[in-house]
């Protein structure tokens, strides 16, 4: 930890469920005031999100007061958006997660710096780092279906995309074919994360005939269909003997 901020031993953390209740970091109410974590062990994790403890003095303070910023290199920093209320009974202690979400790495610094524009404390307590989510595509509908319907593939939680497919929008939509699908998602920092895996089955479908209505079908008898129809109604062709429910794999003849 680095800066010009102070540790300070009153005023402790409270009003929220985390809330440590003991020595927390004083920014005061002097412009460019500044504490800092540095080397932050995080290395690999790809959709971090920052959230503290933040105390103000005066109720018309807010996040344009006090700047939070990351960094990647320990050298170029980036600043996150948070929300902190104003207005009657606001002064006192929030607990507040930033929007955005960012990146690990070796270097991962976290700044937290004091703004000009009020005379208002400022203190810092019970920092927290968590892992957002996971990159991950998803679909609109049942990845099982036939034709003229369709379904939409969407990816979430990047800047840029690359499909299975080479499509690079955050969405695709599929309407033929037997295929896995999957998406490389690109962070804002350059961090690739390759996604899960949908099997997407455009019909129609090969159902067997199950006369005896066992739920074993007859392998000489099938239909291409899109839903099951008739004598048609199973998926797998393994009855021994489509005429007697009491004979079909998994049952030991007497």
């Given at each position: 930890?680095?800066?010009?901020?102070?540790?300070?031993?009153?005023?402790?953390?409270?009003?929220?469920?985390?809330?440590?209740?003991?020595?927390?970091?004083?920014?005061?109410?002097?412009?460019?005031?500044?504490?800092?974590?540095?080397?932050?062990?995080?290395?690999?994790?790809?959709?971090?999100?920052?959230?503290?403890?933040?105390?103000?003095?005066?109720?018309?303070?807010?996040?344009?007061?006090?700047?939070?910023?990351?960094?990647?290199?320990?050298?170029?920093?980036?600043?996150?958006?948070?929300?902190?209320?104003?207005?009657?009974?606001?002064?006192?202690?929030?607990?507040?997660?930033?929007?955005?979400?960012?990146?690990?790495?070796?270097?991962?610094?976290?700044?937290?710096?004091r703004n000009s524009g009020n005379s208002s404390v400022f203190r810092i307590d019970d920092i927290l780092l968590t892992k957002a989510g996971t990159p991950a595509i998803s679909g609109d509908g049942p990845n099982e279906?036939?034709?003229?319907?369709?379904?939409?593939?969407?990816?979430?939680?990047?800047?840029?995309?690359?499909?299975?497919?080479?499509?690079?929008?955050?969405?695709?939509?599929?309407?033929?074919?037997?295929?896995?699908?999957?998406?490389?998602?690109?962070?804002?920092?350059?961090?690739?994360?390759?996604?899960?895996?949908?099997?997407?089955?455009?019909?129609?479908?090969?159902?067997?005939?199950?006369?005896?209505?066992?739920?074993?079908?007859?392998?000489?008898?099938?239909?291409?269909?899109?839903?099951?129809?008739?004598?048609?109604?199973?998926?797998?062709?393994?009855?021994?003997?489509?005429?007697?429910?009491?004979?079909?794999?998994?049952?030991?003849?007497?």
């Amino acid at each position: 930890m680095s800066g010009s901020a102070s540790v300070n031993a009153n005023g402790f953390s409270e009003n929220y469920p985390s809330a440590s209740a003991g020595m927390n970091i004083e920014l005061g109410n002097v412009a460019g005031t500044f504490f800092q974590i540095s080397n932050i062990t995080n290395n690999g994790i790809y959709d971090l999100r920052v959230s503290f403890g933040i105390y103000k003095s005066y109720n018309n303070s807010s996040s344009a007061n006090m700047t939070v910023e990351y960094s990647t290199n320990g050298t170029t920093f980036i600043p996150l958006t948070y929300t902190l209320g104003t207005g009657a009974g606001t002064s006192g202690w929030h607990y507040v997660t930033c929007a955005e979400s960012f990146y690990a790495s070796t270097e991962l610094s976290l700044r937290f710096k004091r703004n000009s524009g009020n005379s208002s404390v400022f203190r810092i307590d019970d920092i927290l780092l968590t892992k957002a989510g996971t990159p991950a595509i998803s679909g609109d509908g049942p990845n099982e279906f036939c034709a003229p319907d369709d379904i939409m593939l969407t990816a979430e939680g990047g800047a840029f995309y690359l499909w299975s497919s080479n499509e690079e929008s955050p969405s695709i939509v599929l309407d033929s074919g037997i295929e896995t699908y999957f998406c490389y998602i690109t962070s804002l920092n350059g961090c690739i994360i390759k996604s899960n895996k949908i099997e997407v089955t455009v019909g129609p479908t090969l159902y067997y005939a199950d006369v005896d209505n066992d739920g074993y079908g007859n392998s000489s008898m099938s239909s291409q269909q899109c839903e099951p129809w008739g004598i048609y109604q199973v998926l797998a062709g393994d009855d021994c003997d489509d005429n007697n429910a009491a004979i079909h794999i998994g049952v030991v003849e007497q």
